[in-house]
């Protein structure tokens, strides 16, 4: 593991970016992708990791891991703390989570607002259309009394989707998965989302505070090599009718740190870099992509894949994008920590 220092490069996608776009092979919602592999900074946008096997694998990984504990953290305050949480907003009651893949651990607050409200609809949002199907099908067969309403699609296209709701709405946001939203976007989607939001929604995050160098490298280590390599490779094949070929690519991350009394998180960034010099071709389109030794494919579109909090910086943010942070919960190690912001007043976007 190495420890960088702040710092980076915007995202600039190639000129023949034109040239993809006319050719018609690609489609419209996989153009990102290809954006992102003729950039300079080469990178796959964070959401293509979520397809049906890689949000598979991803929920396999998350609860079998010995080392990587978030899961495991966010679960025990859930559970600890679900009547809390769930007594956040009024009755009637909406449950809309961004990014909710199986929703294993949303069931804990299901369970709560079913108590708490009663019958109510929960609205999961993902990119893997199929998979949360399958899984609104399962809940609603565990939970009876729960209306599920599955949304294909990005995360701010689900919280418009549901934004003109009557009802109070809870958003979640479990996994730290807002961590893995780029840094440079971070305030914006925040300012969105609360432009969405009215005075008896609430919005609650599970965000990661481990910054402990150490444990950071035994919880990022190659256990993540089967999907975020193995399967991003052959996704990549599938949807572009490629020829990269895994074994000549090595996952790696690296622990960037910031100071502590700053308004920056830290944050992890994961990417496979290339063993060698390589040409890939791509068919879809017809584009071929020359790697040199050592060039790394980062796993996110920005800086950050993801990010590590302190209370300090959530209020920050929370007050420059027009929330407040009503409640937070944090677990004995002090690693992890569910906040849940109310919209405020007004809106602050200066630094």
Not at 45 to 71: A, C, F, I
Not at 226 to 238: F, H
């Amino acid at each position: 593991m190495a420890t960088l220092e702040n710092g980076g490069s915007d995202v600039i996608p190639d000129p023949s970016m034109n040239d993809v776009i006319s050719s018609g092979d690609v489609s419209e919602e996989l153009l990102p992708v290809v954006a992102g592999l003729t950039s300079p900074r080469k990178h796959v946008p964070h959401w293509y990791l979520y397809d049906t096997r890689g949000s598979e694998l991803y929920e396999t990984l998350v609860h079998n891991s010995r080392t990587y504990k978030l899961w495991e953290h966010e679960y025990s305050l859930l559970k600890t703390h679900g009547d809390e949480i769930s007594s956040k907003i009024s009755s009637p009651a909406v449950l809309v989570e961004l990014g909710s893949g199986a929703s294993s651990k949303t069931r804990l607050i299901i369970e709560a607002m079913l108590k708490r409200h009663g019958n109510f609809t929960f609205v999961p949002v993902d990119i893997a259309k199929e998979f949360i199907e399958d899984c609104g099908r399962e809940l609603e067969s565990e939970y009876p009394g729960l209306s599920v309403e599955p949304f294909g699609g990005l995360y701010m296209d689900g919280i418009r989707h549901v934004a003109a709701r009557p009802e109070a709405k809870m958003l979640l946001f479990l996994g730290s998965s807002f961590s893995n939203v780029a840094i440079t976007d971070q305030l914006k989607m925040m300012t969105d989302i609360r432009m969405q939001l009215g005075a008896q929604d609430r919005f609650v995050l599970g965000l990661d505070m481990n910054t402990d160098p150490e444990a950071l490298s035994k919880a990022y280590d190659a256990q993540w090599s089967p999907w975020l390599r193995d399967n991003l490779i052959c996704r990549l094949n599938q949807d572009f009718g490629g020829d990269m070929k895994k074994e000549k690519f090595e996952y790696s991350f690296d622990f960037v740190e910031n100071p502590a009394d700053g308004d920056t998180p830290s944050y992890i960034q994961l990417s496979l870099s290339s063993k060698g010099n390589q040409r890939v071709h791509f068919e879809k389109p017809l584009l071929d992509i020359d790697f040199q030794d050592g060039q790394k494919l980062y796993l996110s579109e920005g800086l950050n894949y993801s990010c590590k909090w302190n209370m300090k910086q959530l209020r920050h943010l929370a007050k420059r994008s027009g929330f407040t942070l009503e409640a937070h919960w944090i677990n004995n190690e002090n690693t992890y920590c569910i906040v849940c912001f109310s919209p405020a007043d007004n809106i602050t976007t200066s630094a």
